[in-house]
């Protein structure tokens, strides 16, 4: 019997164990001893406008301009653990993703700040505090709290699904919404990619999680950066690369049709260096369905799936967590801010505890 399922099995049992007997509403929450915190840039490119500035008559003459930077706050805990955690954020949102819960509770940045990380949070390029784009956009005021209802499975709007992890009174649902953050340029995957990889030369070796959209760009950065020592992937909803000659069929659905995308065979090994989990909630098909909100999320198992199994056969250490299949039921896409968030904490503790990570 593999003996990598067996300790997976039992971290799984503890965790569930652990969430059974003391959730984070009952478990007695001592003080944070924070040692040294702050926040910076990091990246980005700096780019300039031909002709002599003049200090009287200021135009873009000879200026200057910084943008596709990302912006990093980290905190630092007494008594830290060796390796940081760096947590990179998905569409449509910030560094808050991780941040206090849309109802009020710890979320992922300080759950693992009491388990003795140093938590670094990003707001990537053209998000956020880093809304320096060096790429022209516009944002609209364009209607889509429903379609994110539907897209992050809370429910089918205007109902909640059943057995949701997910606070149904109204100011959670308000707080939610309300994180929603527009790009301030063109999504670009090289662009935060390159990016993360220098906060990982800032930083030193540590752990990346990643969430949804993130996902691309965290496969990018572990091939630039020799930093990246393991990547715990929430949900990874785009960016599946495959070596070239050997990429799966393209996954129609009714959210659109899901493509792999191609790197060399020698960029793709480099993702055999480092331990790799990934975790997808609730609540969403594994046949096609016409309903899109759920068949959306059918494909993106699917392809990770392939990509699991892709990584595996050259030789890597990838698994992919279906949380249904191992009794943990109800998450929505943010797997890190649901209810059970404390139960989702301590897989991905298991985790790091079986690869000597923790």
Known sequence: MNITRILYG????????LAGCATQATRPLGPLVIESQGSFAVGGVVKHTPGTY???????????????HLYASYQVPQHAKALPIVMLHGAFQSARSWETTSDGREGFQTLFLRRGFPVYLVDQPR??????STVAASTEPAPNDQLFFD??????????????QFDRRPETLNQFLRSVTPNTGPYDAGV????ISALFDKVGPAILFTHSQAGGPGWLTAMKSPNVKAIVAFEPGSGFIFPQGELPAVMPSAAGTLAPEA??????????????????????????????????????????RRWVAAVNRH?????????????????THFLMSDLNNVQIADLVSAFLIEKKLD
């Open 10 to 17: 039992v971290g799984v049992a503890m965790a569930t164990l």
């Open 54 to 68: 003049d200090n009287n008559k200021p135009t873009s003459a000879g200026q200057s301009f910084h943008g596709d």
């Open 127 to 132: 998000r956020g505090r880093a809304g320096n």
């Open 151 to 164: 897209q992050f499975r809370i429910g089918k709007w205007p109902n909640y699904f059943d057995n949701v």
């Open 192 to 195: 935060i990619a390159d990016a």
């Open 263 to 304: 790197v060399s065979l020698a960029d793709f090994l480099k993702l055999t260096r480092v331990p790799i989990v990934i975790y997808y909630g609730d609540n969403f098909p594994v046949e096609p369905t016409s309903e899109r909100g759920q068949d959306n999320w059918r494909v993106r198992l699917a392809m990770a």
């Open 315 to 331: 030789g890597g250490d990838a698994r992919l967590v279906h949380l249904p299949e191992v009794g943990v039921r109800g998450n």
